[in-house]
């Protein structure tokens, strides 16, 4: 025999030692399959799957373990699920009020943006924050103007 037919009867020998495993674990694969390749339909199965995902994750040996092909094939089904939903929008009113709150800041320390007066409106939604006060938000708490843009 020669190297070529070697390699053929041992990738025989793999395939027929894989098909003997997959026969005695068919129901199992058919699941895992279901799992890696049909889209997600409901948050319920979204969250099946996230457990399924961190499961497998957990019995990986080492990072080219063939069960993170199948963790990571689940993770591409939940960001193509989690691609489709639509996220709430937060009033920017909400946002700065929570900011506030965990950060322990108060309506004066923010005097160098607007006027008390004027931060109650905003924190009430009386009135918009304008692009000024965006910016001034975005430099106090350390994030992008975009967060202050309604």
Do not use: C, W
């Amino acid at each position: 025999m020669n190297a070529q037919q070697d390699e053929m009867v041992a990738l025989g020998q793999v395939a027929s030692a894989i098909s003997a495993t997959a026969m005695e674990f068919a129901g199992t694969a058919v699941e895992l399959f279901h799992y890696t390749y049909t889209p997600i339909q409901s948050e319920k199965e979204l969250l099946e799957r996230a457990d399924v995902m961190d499961y497998l994750m957990d019995l990986a040996q080492h990072e080219n373990d063939i069960v993170l092909v199948f963790a990571n094939a689940i993770s591409d089904r939940i960001e193509e699920f989690e691609d489709q939903m639509e996220m709430p929008t937060v009033p920017v009113a909400e946002k700065l009020k929570m900011l506030m709150k965990t950060r322990s800041v108060k309506q004066k320390d923010l005097k160098n943006i607007a006027p008390q007066s004027v931060i109650s409106e905003l924190l009430n939604g009386k009135r918009t924050v304008n692009l000024n006060q965006a910016k001034g938000f975005a430099g106090y708490f350390n994030l992008p103007v975009s967060y202050f843009v309604e």
